[in-house]
């Protein structure tokens, strides 16, 4: 039951924080326009629905690994084939691009959340051939994507090739594990544990996609640090720094020994 609660508290706050990144992309692409309100609309209810569905037919031993045809492999196929082709909509890839980088890859932090596989290999609930190398993939994936976000957001030399190869090594795990999985059927996913094939590791795949398409093609938002400050603060530094315009030739006149 601990698991059960873990694993819906997990993929639902991942997925609010993924629907907080699309709406701020909607925001940003769009501006005031009224065109923005659709997409707010129509994703918020996409979001909810898929969430929902899928922990509905998860809990009712929909994607059993012991059902022909084997559904888990469809649900991924399926959730990747939408997410691509969305791409097609010059719109999607507007917001997207307006997504900043250091956001799509910090949300992968959630990946650390893979090492479950390894507790449930401890409690030999899953065989070690597939447990350790999911999870220390993931694990891995998660504990690099909040420095190379980081990176990012600073502005450093070397973060776009950082976060290329970054990109790579987490789609890798992803397909690693998927291969693994489906040449062995599937071994010990069952509600909760199976949320994670047929929801998270498609999300997390076109997220990678996501974020390699535009850094590869340079067409992702890279605010620098002080644009993410909040517009209060900003007013905030620009009065000082006209303050300090306006005082200091005084300072220097009334004050001379002082400054001297």
Known sequence: ?????????????????????????????????????????????????????????????????????????????????FGYLVLLSTSFRGIIAAIPQHWLIGIQTFR??????????????????????????????????PLVAYWLYSGKSYARGAAIAWNLFGMADLVDAVAIGVTTGGPGLIF??????????PRAFLIHSYSLIGLLRKTSRQPQPREALPLRCRRSLAMARSCRCVLEPWSRVLFPQQLS
């Open 192 to 201: 909760p544990i199976v949320l994670i094939p047929i929801y998270a590791v």
């Open 112 to 145: 650390v959340l893979g090492g479950v596989f390894i507790v449930r290999y401890l409690q030999g609930e899953m065989p070690g051939f597939f447990a350790i190398p999911a999870a220390v993939g993931d694990v891995l994936t998660g504990i690099f994507a």
């Open 1 to 81: 039951m601990t698991l059960i609660i873990f694993q819906v508290i997990t993929q639902t706050i991942s997925s609010t924080l993924h629907w907080f990144g699309l709406c701020f992309g909607i925001r940003t692409w769009a501006g005031p326009n009224p065109r923005r309100w659709p997409w707010l609309v129509g994703t918020t209810i996409v979001s909810a629905a898929w969430l929902l569905a899928i922990m509905l037919l998860a809990a009712n031993n929909f994607f059993g690994s012991d059902i022909l045809p084997p559904r888990i492999p469809m649900a991924m196929v399926l959730t990747l084939a």
